[in-house]
């Protein structure tokens, strides 16, 4: 048995984690498995329906009840998905019209309603 860092082959073993052997580098005084998991998260065929979702609509939660993806693992593959994409848009053509239905804010305690309907 070697450590996988310092190829040292000076290991103590040092109890067990979750079910398998502990071991201790005694050089370098840091503990390791003998055999980690090749894969730790979820397939693609997990996650793209979980994306397709995501981009269709459903809420984090809604996802989570839908897939058995906890949301929190959900919010982390969206936001590492989003970090791939591009950080500005140009458009080839700028639209000459833009369209806004309604829009709300507070300015100290009153309630200001901009656009269509009354106000």
Do not use: W
Request: charged share 25%; proline share 4%.
């Amino acid at each position: 048995m070697e450590f996988p860092e310092c190829k040292s082959t000076h290991v103590h073993k040092k109890g067990h984690k979750k079910g398998k052997q502990n071991y201790l580098c005694v050089n370098g005084g840091r503990q390791f498995i003998d055999c980690y998991e090749a894969q730790k998260g979820y397939v693609k065929e997990v996650k793209q329906p979980c994306l397709s979702m995501y981009v269709n609509g459903m809420g984090f939660r809604a996802i989570e009840r839908v897939t058995g993806v906890h949301n929190t693992t959900i919010m982390a593959l969206v936001k590492q998905v989003g970090e791939l994409l591009p950080d500005y848009y140009t458009p080839e053509t700028i639209p000459e019209v833009g369209e806004l239905d309604e829009l709300e804010t507070f300015v100290k305690s009153k309630k200001i309603k901009f656009g269509c309907g009354r106000q």
